[in-house]
């Protein structure tokens, strides 16, 4: 009687891979018309074809895991067309065809697991994921599984969904996040490992902290656990840290007070420069205003001027024409008085 045992992590692999395979089979195969019922009827055919070939083994040679993994690659390989890989992004489209063959069961995974058992059997010749004990009878059979190292076990840490081989337990607990363990800190807690940060950075007692006088110089870390008796047995330091911290107070208190006196008296200053500016300013816009009157009453005589000027130079042209004509009367005068003479 034989143990019938198969490492249960190697044959979920595989019947990943399988599950893999057939996906991209199928979207090799399918084109822009394809629909989803086609396909889902396609992947059957090729799950079928893909089984038959892996299946054909030459059980006289040896043969290994790796071999069944190379086979797999060179079905899903064989099936890509020219087109594919045109229409679209190939990734997405095996990835979205995964989840359809499992959503629509059209694959079922209790077939899938099976076939990924048998396969295991056929080619790991060695028998480095798979049981080879023969047992005299049932008795001896029993007894063999129970201690198997490819039994399936679960893991014992509760809320852990895992399952593995027996030989695997080990591997799996020391780094499975659902363990209960001790904290790393030596705080005498047992806390889960998925949860150990989470407790280091919060309630864990030797989680190192600052010292509440940490601002005034103590500054050396503390744990959590003794920070009470950290304050209380350092009392009397604190304590000169607060005086001496009071006094930079009250020094710096007085510095502020000069300063302000002294912006004080600045301020002073400044307003009466400012007064004496603004009196400047009045007489400045006081003079300037008697000198725009001053302005107004020149343009006013100005054109007074102007305006008598322009009289006198119509009042010269016009003696100048009455001038013209005497002294034209007078020359006609001349003339006459001089024809008389020679008369």
Not at 245 to 272: C, F, G, H, N, P
Not at 310 to 324: D, H, P
Request: net charge neutral; aromatic share 4%.
């Amino acid at each position: 009687m034989k143990c019938n045992h198969v490492c249960m992590g190697t044959s979920t692999n595989v019947a990943g891979c399988l599950l893999n395979a057939v996906a991209r089979a199928v979207v090799h195969q399918s084109s822009v018309l394809s629909t989803d019922a086609s396909r889902l009827k396609l992947s059957k055919d090729l799950s079928k074809e893909l089984e038959s070939k892996l299946c054909e083994v030459d059980t006289s040679k040896p043969r290994t895991l790796q071999d069944l993994s190379l086979r797999i690659e060179q079905f899903a390989t064989s099936k890509k067309g020219v087109m594919s890989g045109l229409l679209g992004n190939t990734k997405d489209a095996v990835s979205k065809m995964e989840n359809a063959l499992v959503d629509s069961n059209a694959w079922a995974e209790s077939e899938r697991n099976r076939l990924a058992v048998k396969l295991v059997e056929l080619y790991d010749s060695d028998f480095q994921a798979h049981c080879s004990k023969e047992c005299a009878n049932e008795d001896e059979l029993f007894e063999h599984k129970m201690e198997c190292r490819f039994l399936p076990v679960s893991c014992e840490n509760e809320g852990c969904p895992e399952s593995f081989a027996l030989h695997l337990r080990d591997k799996h607990d020391s780094h499975c996040s659902f363990k209960l363990v001790p904290c790393t800190l030596n705080c005498n807690q047992i806390v889960m490992r998925r949860e150990m940060c989470a407790h280091q950075v919060g309630t864990c007692s030797m989680k190192l902290m600052k010292c509440p006088y940490f601002d005034l110089g103590c500054v050396d870390p503390i744990c959590k656990g003794v920070l009470h008796q950290h304050v209380t047995t350092n009392a009397d330091s604190h304590l000169k840290m607060l005086w001496a911290e009071e006094a930079k107070v009250k020094s710096r208190v007085l510095e502020l007070e000069r300063w302000s006196a002294a912006l004080a008296e600045d301020d002073d200053k400044r307003r009466a420069g400012l007064k004496a500016m603004n009196t400047g300013i009045s007489m400045l816009e006081t003079k300037h205003s008697d000198l725009e009157k001053e302005q107004t009453l020149a343009k006013q005589v100005h054109q007074k001027v102007e305006t008598r000027v322009r009289g006198l130079e119509a009042t010269v042209k016009a003696q100048q024409s009455e001038i013209a004509a005497l002294n034209s009367k007078v020359a006609g005068l001349l003339k006459s008085f001089a024809q008389i003479a020679k008369q």
